[in-house]
């Protein structure tokens, strides 16, 4: 059973996504219609996975949306290890978030 973490400005590079394993980052905004609905499915693959979630709120923390390249909401970025291995655009559903997960495990 992985957990959520709602990021809260904590250096992202050495404390969110430079452990080993995988990390899935959420970048949302609170008024998304789609980011709200993926929450729910969040909670159920954090349940369901060894994958840490880590939650962005891209209105707190405009700088990732350069840095991800982010173009519309909600995005999913996979990290493998560090890396970028998957960029997921729009709402997702619980069986295509296992997919990759499991596809990186």
């Known amino acids: 059973m992985s957990k959520i973490i709602n990021y ?3 250096d992202f590079e050495n404390e969110i996504i430079s452990h080993t394993g995988l990390t899935l980052v959420d970048f949302y905004a609170i008024w998304c219609g789609p980011c709200q609905m993926l929450e729910k499915v969040l909670a159920e693959v954090a ?3 060894e994958c840490t979630i880590v939650r962005v709120d891209v209105d707190d923390y405009p700088e990732f949306g350069t840095k991800f ?3 519309g909401l909600p995005m999913l970025v996979l990290f493998k ?3 970028i291995v ?5 709402f997702q559903t619980f069986d295509e978030i296992m ?7």
């Open 99 to 105: 997919e990759k997960i499991n596809l990186h495990s």
């Open 47 to 49: 349940s369901s996975s």
């Open 86 to 90: 998957e960029t997921l655009n729009g």
């Open 8 to 10: 809260a400005g904590e």
């Open 69 to 71: 390249k982010i173009r």
């Open 81 to 83: 290890d560090g890396e």
